[in-house]
């Protein structure tokens, strides 16, 4: 993402409101200046002493706090209004970008590491509000405080203005090059940090492997692997801060040498008064550390500005399955499917997964896909719910391209049970009512019940016998609940969502065999007027399917009932069968 980019998107958010913009920048300007002109007054103070005017004196002590006070409200007004500008920017940012990456296609989250994406929303969303006081309350502050200097120092010794502008643009440059090694030594780092972070997430998530195989010590071993580059990277990045430290004390240190040199030699030749060099001083002693503070935050903004990179560029990731420009809105589908023709490749991966499938799915209809893996049956399903877009040929349903419907729209008609039920780290309730439940809607007014949808299930006496029922919570990814008990959940959470297709993948592979008898009745007799799609290993799940469909290799080789297959004595089916009796 480049500079220009980053800025924009930057502005994008902070300029939403314009006027509160404007108004934090003239509240930082204005406080800036305010707190800028202490040597003013140290240099009228010193002009007054002599005079022993005590009136006088006292009514510059007066507006001198004046001033100071002035600038201090000024300057908490102005972190306010920022802080106003700034929440809401960041608000807004993360909340466009978590809709960007929810958006983007199947394949981009299958490819993506957790640890690395969190990582960025992280680091970004916190880089954003350093970047936003780095950038207007830092770097302004130093650039009013260099005006304000140059504004009272140029009438008395236009020299001493041009070596401290010389000092800021020797600084400035070699800022340039000592940052750009910082933040590149930071890159390298960061890489690190986020092979080591993914291996932690990767562990936690997968715990209940690491327990199973007896591999902590494997795991603790592979970390400690990781270490070594990260200790190095490490070491580079901290070393650039010993060399910005060395070079930039060097440098402001000749800088104040010999701008003191020159105005002590005024005085000396009585060029200049004692309140002039007093303000003079009172100047460079302000100057100065803020010009190191410059340094500091070019390295911080430079530093968050790697993170915002990061984090802003998550929006240049580009859907591939687009949505029609102008969709066709259906509330019920009728759900008679074909594909015609279809073929498919995967990008970077299996190459003719699928090879010119035709097919017709009547209404009401139960079709089962069977065959060895990777034979194109999970294949077919993703590009039924428009996971990816066909490399050949089209999808239709009720004789209407899947790709005129609008993704969520498409998917809204399908209830799915997956192989493996993932579950959110939420109640039983919650994720049993998460496909029914419509935003500004109560279950009640939609008409559901969880207690048919369990029931219906075989999951309600399993509830019932919980302290908390529908209250219980399941744990992350469902953890707490035998993989049976998930299984069950999932087809709760499908038979809630009301659909007019169904997809059963693998459904009762979890099951034992009582469960998987009861769950079969269950699921035939609610799925008797529905479309509906079965992928399955266990072929005693899809017997009482109207059509059998045997893949091979991305190609229909068999199709019929169970009876009708078990005739043909060469078929994969009987093969298949013949294994699993």
């Given at each position: 993402m480049s500079i220009s980019k980053v800025f924009a998107v930057f502005y994008k958010y902070l300029l939403k409101n314009k006027p509160l913009f404007g108004f934090f920048l003239l509240l930082?300007?204005?406080?800036?200046?305010?707190?800028?002109?202490?040597?003013?007054?140290?240099?009228?103070?010193?002009?007054?002493?002599?005079?022993?005017?005590?009136?006088?004196?006292?009514?510059?002590?007066?507006?001198?706090?004046?001033?100071?006070?002035?600038?201090?409200?000024?300057?908490?007004?102005?972190?306010?209004?920022?802080?106003?500008?700034?929440?809401?920017?960041?608000?807004?940012?993360?909340?466009?970008?978590?809709?960007?990456?929810?958006?983007?296609?199947?394949?981009?989250?299958?490819?993506?590491?957790?640890?690395?994406?969190?990582?960025?929303?992280?680091?970004?969303?916190?880089?954003?509000?350093?970047?936003?006081?780095?950038?207007?309350?830092?770097?302004?502050?130093?650039?009013?405080?260099?005006?304000?200097?140059?504004?009272?120092l140029i009438q008395l010794n236009p020299l001493i203005v041009v070596l401290t502008t010389t000092s800021l643009i020797l600084t400035v440059i070699s800022a340039k090059f000592l940052v750009a090694n910082n933040v590149a030594k930071r890159k390298l780092f960061n890489h690190e940090e986020d092979v080591i972070s993914g291996i932690i997430t990767d562990n936690l998530i997968n715990f209940e492997t690491v327990k199973l195989f007896a591999k902590e010590k494997w795991e603790n071993s592979r970390l400690s692997k990781s270490f070594k580059p990260w200790t190095k990277t490490l070491w580079g990045y901290g070393n650039s801060f010993r060399l910005i430290d060395g070079v930039m004390g060097t440098l402001i240190n000749l800088s104040i040498f010999f701008v003191l040199y020159l105005t002590i030699n005024q005085a000396i030749s009585l060029n200049l008064t004692v309140p002039d060099f007093v303000l003079i001083t009172g100047f460079l002693s302000a100057f100065y550390p803020k010009l190191w503070d410059l340094v500091w935050s070019t390295r911080d903004l430079a530093k968050n500005y790697a993170d915002i990179e990061k984090y802003f560029g998550l929006l240049e990731y580009k859907e591939e399955v687009l949505d029609p420009i102008k969709p066709i809105k259906l509330s019920h589908l009728e759900g008679v499917i074909e594909f015609k023709n279809v073929s498919h490749s995967y990008v970077g991966g299996t190459k003719n997964a699928i090879k010119n499938l035709n097919l017709t799915i009547n209404k009401g209809e139960s079709v089962a896909f069977v065959g060895r893996s990777g034979s194109g049956k999970t294949t077919i399903t993703k590009l039924l719910m428009r996971f990816f877009d066909p490399t050949g040929g089209e999808i239709t349903i009720d004789g209407i391209n899947i790709k005129n419907f609008n993704k969520s729209d498409l998917r809204g008609f399908f209830g799915v049970v997956p192989q493996e039920a993932v579950l959110f780290n939420n109640t039983i309730g919650?994720?049993?009512?998460?496909?029914?439940?419509?935003?500004?809607?109560?279950?009640?007014?939609?008409?559901?019940?969880?207690?048919?949808?369990?029931?219906?299930?075989?999951?309600?006496?399993?509830?019932?016998?919980?302290?908390?029922?529908?209250?219980?919570?399941?744990?992350?990814?469902?953890?707490?609940?035998?993989?049976?008990?998930?299984?069950?959940?999932?087809?709760?959470?499908?038979?809630m969502s009301k659909p007019d297709i169904i997809i059963f993948d693998e459904a009762t592979s979890h099951l034992d065999s009582e469960s998987e008898k009861l769950i079969q009745d269950a699921f035939w007799r609610y799925a008797k007027q529905k479309t509906t799609i079965v992928i399955a290993h266990r072929l005693s799940t899809i017997a009482k399917a109207d059509r059998i469909v045997v893949l091979d290799n991305g190609k229909i080789t068999e199709i019929g009932k169970h009876s009708e297959l078990l005739t043909n004595k060469n078929g994969v089916y009987q093969k298949l069968w013949n294994l699993q009796s």
């Open positions: 930082v300007i204005v406080s800036n200046i305010a707190m800028n002109l202490n040597p003013y007054f140290y240099q009228l103070f010193v002009k007054a002493i002599p005079s022993l005017e005590q009136n006088y004196l006292i009514n510059l002590l007066f507006i001198f706090i004046a001033v100071r006070l002035f600038g201090v409200i000024t300057d908490l007004l102005a972190f306010y209004v920022g802080d106003v500008v700034l929440f809401e920017a960041a608000k807004n940012a993360r909340l466009d970008i978590f809709k960007h990456v929810q958006n983007l296609d199947f394949s981009f989250h299958t490819n993506k590491s957790t640890g690395s994406l969190i990582s960025a929303f992280k680091r970004g969303d916190g880089a954003l509000f350093s970047f936003f006081h780095d950038v207007h309350v830092r770097m302004l502050g130093v650039l009013i405080g260099f005006l304000v200097m140059v504004y009272f919650y994720n049993i009512s998460y496909g029914a439940t419509l935003q500004g809607e109560t279950l009640q007014e939609q008409g559901f019940t969880l207690t048919d949808a369990t029931r219906m299930a075989h999951l309600d006496e399993f509830i019932n016998k919980l302290p908390n029922k529908y209250e219980t919570n399941v744990g992350e990814r469902g953890i707490k609940l035998s993989g049976g008990q998930k299984q069950r959940l999932a087809i709760a959470r499908m038979i």
